[in-house]
């Protein structure tokens, strides 16, 4: 069982940039997909963002690409989600999640094991 915790969430004003950190208790982080997905009040949950085991690849929501950012460190057993540029639509509780798997995906289905979640709110 991988325990996920989340942190960084916030009140930020619109154009304000923000980072999410999500730290598992995963021994071997370094054999997880990793994704970032939010949910904002009255919808479903989104696909944000999701990084490959090794940090070279990634994939971003179009809502999301050219403003958002993720990496990780997995001497840390971190992953990240820098958030730039930030839009009130962008409010939302942000989850991490992890698959024991090779291929990034953005099916939330697909994914293993999940945080708590932190919530991001962005005034305009």
């Known amino acids: 069982q991988v325990q996920l915790v989340e942190s960084g969430g916030g009140l930020v004003q619109a154009g304000d940039s923000l980072r999410l950190s999500c730290t598992a208790s995963?021994?071997?982080?370094?054999?997880?997909?990793m994704g970032w997905f939010r949910q904002a009040p009255g919808k479903e949950r989104e696909f944000v963002g999701a990084?490959?085991?090794?940090?070279?690849?990634?994939k971003y929501a179009d809502s999301v690409k050219g403003r958002f950012t993720i990496s990780r460190d997995n001497a840390k057993s971190t992953v990240y989600l820098q958030m730039s540029s930030l839009k009130p639509e962008d409010t939302a509780v942000y989850y991490c999640?992890?698959?024991?798997?090779?291929?990034?995906?953005?099916?939330?289905?697909?994914?293993?094991?999940w945080g708590q979640g932190t919530p991001v709110t962005v005034s305009s």
């Open positions: 999640a992890a698959r024991r798997a090779v291929v990034v995906v953005v099916n939330p289905h697909l994914y293993d094991y």
């Open positions: 995963e021994g071997t982080f370094s054999n997880l997909v």
């Open positions: 990084i490959s085991r090794s940090g070279g690849s990634t």
